[in-house]
């Protein structure tokens, strides 16, 4: 894979991970966990890119991670932390869907600390492809 593309897709996972600092710092809490969520699908996608895996527009993270497994087996230490935040792709995105969920400040620093830690993961695999 063209080494361009996958750093693209990292950068943005660092971009999203910084928009969740600051949807923290607004107290924007389900903001903050859709951006968590976006930042670990990217972090997670740009690995399998790296390995010159086809991507597909999903955005599952617990799918995602376990492809990531199948490739690398240290994978393995993010699947419950990934599992967390799951839901918050489209419970945090729909006023309807996320009525029964309670976005709170501590939800939204557990799912930043979630994609900080697969961030910096994949990162250093990424440093030693």
Known sequence: MNNNVVSSWIDKAEDDLKW???NIKEKVWYGACFTAHQSVEKSLKSFLLSKNKAINKIHD??????RCKEIDSDFEELVDNVILISDYYINSRYPDAGDFFDYSKENSIE??????EVFEFVSKKLKGS
């Open 20 to 22: 969740t600092k600051s």
């Open 61 to 66: 993270l617990s799918a995602l991670v376990e």
């Open 111 to 116: 799912a930043y600390e979630v994609a900080k």
